[in-house]
């Protein structure tokens, strides 16, 4: 797969159900049905899907939820298929995060993630994160430290 072919766009209710489904498959601790309904709601938030393939064929492979916060942001959310993974997704949703955060006004990125997730903070590495701080036990199921990494964005 190359990421040619991958589009992102806003997510809808429609695509809750491919997002639970890798949200359960992602995460101890999922946001369920409720959070994202009421994130898709909210204007602040940008819920966004990446999908491969062509009408009935295409296929959510992964989303990212961003917050602005004047002019921070956070990613609250990503992940990505677990068959579709390591083949480029999750940074090309990152990357997208990255770059419609900063059009909206951001200057710097922040994310939390659990000190054992091997993957996603070496994807956070590539895309040069730093990491700013600790927030300890903020993780349940298992309880767990989390890091918070920041990335400045380039001036609008
Ligand atoms: C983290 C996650 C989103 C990465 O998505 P992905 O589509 O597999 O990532 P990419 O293919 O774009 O990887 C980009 C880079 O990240 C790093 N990376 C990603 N997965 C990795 C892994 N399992 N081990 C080591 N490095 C990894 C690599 O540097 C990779 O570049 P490379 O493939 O050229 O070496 C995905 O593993 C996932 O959904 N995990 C579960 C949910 C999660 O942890 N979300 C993050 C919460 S903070």
């Not at 296929?59 to 602005?68: C, R, T």
């Not at 006004?105 to 701080?133: D, H, K, M, P, Q």
């Amino acid at each position: 797969m190359t990421t040619d072919s991958i589009v992102v766009r806003p997510a809808s209710r429609e695509d809750l159900a491919a997002i639970l489904t890798i949200e359960n498959e992602s995460f101890a601790d999922p946001w369920d049905a409720s959070s994202f309904v009421a994130t898709l709601e909210l204007s602040h938030m940008r819920v966004r899907v990446a999908e491969q393939g062509e009408g009935g064929e295409r296929e959510l492979l992964g989303y990212v939820v961003a917050m602005l916060l004047g002019d921070e942001a956070e990613i609250a959310d990503l992940a990505v298929s677990s068959t579709a993974r390591r083949r480029g997704v999750g940074g090309f949703l990152l990357d997208h995060a990255m770059e419609e955060t900063r059009r909206a006004g951001a200057s710097v990125l922040f994310l939390e993630v659990r000190e054992s997730n091997v993957a996603a903070r070496a994807l956070y590495e590539s895309r040069a994160f730093s990491t700013v701080g600790r927030r300890r036990g903020y993780y349940r199921q298992p309880v767990e430290d989390a890091l918070i990494l920041k990335r400045d964005l380039a001036p609008t």
